[in-house]
């Protein structure tokens, strides 16, 4: 079974500064997505960022990037320039990509705080 | 465009009771899954739904049913409530095509 782990459960930084959040995966599989939603109090989670594992370029939204290690099965996400309303929970998720299987599944989660 | 949009935002029922949540997927989209969110934890597949029927299932139990309707919209069906299902319960829709579009979830409490 496919297991997405997440080491930090609290992450901390300073506004305008730049943070990593970590994200590994354990999969025997090669086609694959990976995703990163950030959950606000309100709790809607909404899509930050997306990766095709068959892509070896990084994905990048913005401020928000990721380091995708595919031989080490590690998904980072870099958040640059961290503004006040990046707070929230922010999930690693994975979707094995083969037909008719949309399941994902998810970390425990990284509460991340924005210090004014 | 409206987005997902589930129904009601809250809940409380008693133990042993029966519970009907409610899903609209995104304009366009056709497929329709739940999660179950326990506090502290990252959400956990229930079933997905795609033609009116359920095509994938996680590992909840037969308390756990669904439907699908022929306008997409969906609901959520939890028998005989436990203090255990108290939790929010998550709808998306779409595929991984785009990334996932999800609602604010159904906060149900038991007691």
């Known amino acids: 079974a496919q297991t997405v782990t997440q080491s930090q459960p609290e992450m901390s930084v300073q506004e305008a500064e730049t943070v990593t959040l970590s994200c590994t995966y354990d999969?025997?599989?090669?086609?694959?997505?990976l995703f990163w939603y950030k959950q606000p109090p309100s709790r809607q989670m909404i899509l930050v960022i997306r990766?095709?594992?068959?892509?070896?370029q990084n994905a990048t939204e913005n401020r928000f990037s990721v380091n995708f290690q595919k031989a080490a099965k590690s998904f980072s996400l870099k958040i640059s320039d961290s503004q006040l309303g990046d707070a929230a929970m922010y999930f690693c998720?994975?979707?094995?990509?083969?037909?008719?299987?949309?399941?994902?599944?998810f970390g425990t989660g990284t509460r991340l705080t924005i210090i004014p | 465009d409206a987005g997902v949009t589930q129904s009601p935002t809250h809940l409380i029922k008693t133990r042993g009771q029966q519970v009907t949540l409610r899903c609209s997927p995104k304009?366009?989209?056709?497929?329709v899954s739940w999660y179950q969110q326990a506090l502290g934890q990252g959400p956990q597949f229930i079933f997905q739904?795609?033609?009116?029927?359920?095509?994938q299932r996680g590992n909840f139990p037969d308390r756990f049913s669904g439907h699908q309707f022929p306008n997409y919209s969906s609901e959520l069906n939890v028998n005989a409530l436990l203090l255990g299902d108290s939790a929010l319960y998550l709808c998306?829709?779409?595929?991984?095509?785009?990334?996932?579009?999800f609602g604010s979830g159904t906060r149900l409490t038991v007691v």
């Open positions: 990766q095709e594992a068959y892509k070896q």
């Open positions: 304009s366009g989209h056709d497929t």
């Open positions: 998306a829709s779409g595929g991984r095509n785009y990334g996932y579009t």
């Open positions: 999969t025997s599989e090669s086609d694959y997505y």
């Open positions: 739904y795609y033609e009116e029927e359920e095509r």
């Open positions: 998720a994975y979707n094995l990509g083969d037909f008719g299987n949309e399941k994902l599944t």
